[in-house]
């Protein structure tokens, strides 16, 4: 879901997320279109979606960033499972979308710091973390990137 001011999806889903009461979970990954927000993952340009900062701002809401990785069962949790392994979801730290006075926080600053969070997780777990494509600015072919930021 691309992330489009005042339109489309995600103007949907802030009204729904306004209503209260619910998790929105979103994946959020690397965005090479103009819409996404340029980050540094281990010190290397990146760029992310917007959408999940931007969903978390816009209801005042807590941006909670969730890793995902696989554990090695044992005795009984095995047998109980039927299987040596294990998922873990491993809700992070929340992201603060305003400050104490109620003043929203830049986008940039919430997703950076969602990203950061992440990629922290990412470094205890590297062998989970399946990024099959590239993710990193320096990777990518220039002149693609620089049409498509110049037909944004």
């Known amino acids: 879901m691309p992330f489009e001011k005042r339109g489309g999806t995600f103007a949907t889903l802030v ?16 965005d090479l279109s103009a819409h996404g927000i340029e980050v540094v993952i281990a010190g290397h340009p990146a760029r992310v979606a917007v959408g999940p900062a931007a969903l978390a ?10 890793a995902i990785y696989y554990e090695r069962l044992r005795g009984e949790r095995r047998r109980a499972a039927g299987t040596p392994w294990g998922l873990v979801v491993d809700f992070l ?13 830049p986008v940039e600053l919430v997703t ?8 922290r997780a990412y470094a205890r777990h590297p062998e989970d973390w399946h990024m099959l494509q590239k993710v990193f600015l320096a990777d990518l072919d220039p002149a693609r990137l620089a049409r498509a930021e110049a037909s944004a």
């Open 15 to 30: 009204r729904k997320a306004r209503r209260g009461g619910m998790l929105v979970p979103l994946l959020a990954d690397r």
């Open 57 to 66: 701002s816009a209801g005042s809401h807590l941006l909670i960033p969730v």
């Open 93 to 105: 730290a929340p992201i603060p979308t305003h400050d104490d006075d109620g003043k929203r926080r």
């Open 112 to 119: 950076q710091e969602w990203v950061t969070a992440l990629f």
